[in-house]
């Protein structure tokens, strides 16, 4: 018997894989073998997976909440919830495993998978890392299960410091370094992700006022509103695709190493210059308090001309 590559196409892709020779004539190709399953995690840790799950089954796993929140101490960098689950139905039910919206998150089963038994419960533990975050700041934990998904939402509200010279300068050299930093990694969850298909309005409340809207945005971070009278199509196109260099200002454009597209820009400059230059949304800006520190705050950066077409 003789091994020989098999090519198969999956949609428009080719995969060569190595398989057992068909019967002559028969032009049969052997099956793709299935697909790998995901290492199980020691110690219960549960890995997140990115897919799209079953609604979990009504009257099958009871949870004591599924949405809990606390508010944590400026020196605290972790945010700890615990849930209780019972299973209410007559029959077993095993856990596989949670999924997370971000890296910042887990959750913890007691084994992993967890077999439940008819009125058997438990805990699940989820934590988040809160280090460089502040205001609320709200995830979800997706317990897998073979009775569906259930969604959990945590939320912590976390101190805004107070701010001081060496913050200030601290997050400039940050900005400095790589503005573009926003869109990788654990960010990209929140800078990202919801901004996929969006346009117009709600592409600005998800890739710009996450930042300029903000109750507790950062001093360096300015309000939209002071700028409106020195603004057109080309200042709008400019700031959005190439950003601020030497500021927390990125650049969105995907040729500048963004996220957007060109029409996700013109429809972002179309709701700024038309909508929102004549009715700028409620302010829900809280300002921070005064520093301590004696050091006297930075002046606002001058309002840049508008480019020329």
Known sequence: MKLRPWIHRVGTSLLLTC????????????????????????GGA????AQNYQPGKPGVLEFDATAKQVDLTEEERKAAFVFAVTNRSDADVTISFINTS???TAGRLPSSPWLLKPGEGGHIDVTMDTTGKMGR????????SSAGSYTLTVSANIPTPA???????RNLQLAAADRQAVFRGDCAACHVQPTHGKVGRELY????????????RASMVPDLRNRLRNTDRNYWAKWISDGRVGSLMPAFAGRNGGILTDRQIVSLVDYL???YKKNPPPSKFIPEPAATSGASAPTAAPVPASPKP
């Open 205 to 216: 409340e998800a890739a710009c006022g996450i930042c300029h809207e903000a109750e507790h």
């Open 137 to 144: 700041v709200t995830k979800t934990a997706t317990v897998v």
């Open 273 to 275: 210059e038309d909508d």
């Open 46 to 49: 549960v890995v997140p997976r």
């Open 102 to 104: 971000c890296g910042c």
């Open 19 to 42: 398989g057992l020779s068909a019967a002559p004539g028969t032009g049969t190709l052997p099956p793709l073998p299935p697909p790998l399953a995901a290492p199980t995690p020691a």
């Open 163 to 169: 701010p001081t010279a060496m913050n200030r300068s």
